[in-house]
């Protein structure tokens, strides 16, 4: 094995078949197959569709990652793969293919988590995490704000959701305005057109007494619902582009406030955001701006490394085989709700032997 360690990453959790190959902190192949077409007729991702697309993309997304890296199967030096949090069915697909594939290959495997895979990714951008790293994720399923002192160890949450994600609010707000699925880069691009001060949209869990780090956007929805639903029963025109943008102004709004006070109050000068809602353009040209203010610095991966993909899973193994944490054993689980200080499943035998860092018989 070279001196970086060649990991395999495949991601699963939810409607996109990812495949990532890298070396050390080098990303050599991102490979997606996506079933979100096959969703959008229906508003939302089916949990059963998305299991069968996965199925049907497994094995050509990974020979396509493979081709495009340049590599053989028998090159690596071990297979990653979600095993949590995300859609049961789906994530039972990418495990069972990691498994097969490490069997087959006599390759360690690891099991890790979907929002440790998530900061991780930023390796591939912007070199080793900083210890400690503050990040703060957004996505369809989480918004949550979390300090890791070791990626591949120590995860602690300090805020989450407690009602709708960001995403899910933008989904839904897509659908009110009728603008489709997925939410976010519509309401993204509808927005550019729109006042983002038009609207005085509430920004929920921002009192004096109201939790630090938590979120909540399930008022801000309902809010907006109510609003456009109001418009529509006066007979008068809804200004869609003012809606989007007054709506992206409150989620942006909270989201980089209380990111931008969890580095503050835990002393950390800078912070990494990730999640398919780093992609949006608003979110990172505020927390840009506030970050500056204070004086933090910070990280943020490219838009196609923000959504769901191989490419997080792939880093956080190898950032796993660098460090020599212990692999999965064969008996590795999908947990639809595995937390997040659960970085990764261990295990200390692999095919009934201790294994090192390398994945070499002890």
């Given at each position: 094995m070279a001196d970086e360690p060649l990991v395999l990453g495949i991601e699963t959790s939810c409607d996109e078949t990812g495949v990532g190959i890298v070396r050390g902190t080098t990303l050599l192949a991102d490979a997606v197959a996506s079933s979100v077409n096959d969703h959008a007729r229906f508003g939302g991702v089916v949990p059963e569709i998305a299991s069968r697309a996965h199925l049907e993309a497994m094995v050509p997304t990974i020979q396509r990652a493979l081709d495009t890296a340049g590599v053989k199967a028998g090159d690596l030096d071990g297979i990653a793969v979600t095993a949590g949090p995300g859609l049961a069915g789906a994530l039972l697909v990418g495990v069972s293919a990691a498994k097969a594939y490490a069997w087959a290959l006599d390759k360690p495997l690891y099991g890790v988590n979907h929002l440790a895979s998530h900061i991780c990714v930023d390796q591939l951008e912007h070199g080793r995490l900083p210890s400690p790293t503050m990040a703060l994720l957004v996505s369809g399923g989480h918004s949550s704000l979390l300090l890791s002192e070791d990626i591949t160890t120590d995860v602690r949450p300090l805020g989450a959701t407690i009602d709708d994600a960001a995403g899910?609010?933008?989904?839904?707000?897509?659908?009110?305005?009728?603008?489709?699925?997925?939410?976010?880069?519509?309401?993204?691009?509808?927005?550019?057109?729109?006042?983002?001060?038009?609207?005085?949209?509430?920004?929920?869990?921002?009192?004096?007494?109201?939790?630090?780090?938590?979120?909540?956007?399930?008022?801000?929805?309902?809010?907006?619902?109510?609003?456009?639903?109001?418009?529509?029963?006066?007979?008068?025109?809804?200004?869609?582009?003012?809606?989007?943008?007054?709506?992206?102004?409150?989620?942006?709004?909270?989201?980089?406030?209380?990111?931008?006070?969890?580095?503050?109050?835990?002393?950390?000068?800078?912070?990494?955001?990730?999640?398919?809602?780093?992609?949006?353009?608003?979110?990172?040209?505020?927390?840009?701006?506030?970050?500056?203010?204070?004086?933090?610095?910070?990280?943020?991966?490219?838009?196609?490394?923000?959504?769901?993909?191989?490419?997080?899973?792939?880093?956080?193994?190898?950032?796993?085989?660098?460090?020599?944490?212990?692999?999965?054993?064969?008996?590795?689980?999908?947990?639809?709700?595995?937390?997040?200080?659960?970085?990764?499943?261990?295990?200390?035998?692999?095919?009934?032997?201790?294994?090192?860092?390398?994945?070499?018989?002890?």
């Open positions: 899910e609010a933008f989904d839904k707000v897509a659908r009110v305005l009728g603008l489709g699925f997925p939410g976010g880069p519509i309401v993204d691009r509808t927005a550019r057109e729109g006042d983002p001060e038009a609207i005085s949209f509430p920004r929920g869990l921002s009192g004096r007494n109201d939790p630090a780090y938590d979120f909540s956007f399930s008022g801000l929805k309902t809010a907006v619902a109510r609003w456009v639903e109001a418009k529509r029963r006066a007979g008068e025109e809804v200004p869609i582009a003012d809606v989007a943008a007054s709506f992206q102004e409150a989620v942006t709004d909270v989201l980089t406030r209380k990111a931008v006070k969890a580095c503050r109050d835990n002393g950390v000068d800078h912070l990494m955001i990730g999640g398919g809602v780093a992609a949006n353009s608003r979110l990172r040209e505020m927390a840009q701006q506030r970050c500056d203010r204070a004086g933090i610095r910070l990280r943020v991966p490219r838009p196609g490394l923000c959504t769901d993909n191989g490419a997080m899973v792939a880093a956080l193994g190898s950032e796993m085989v660098w460090r020599g944490r212990t692999p999965s054993a064969f008996d590795l689980s999908a947990d639809s709700s595995l937390p997040v200080t659960d970085v990764h499943v261990p295990h200390t035998d692999f095919h009934g032997q201790a294994y090192d860092a390398l994945g070499g018989g002890a």
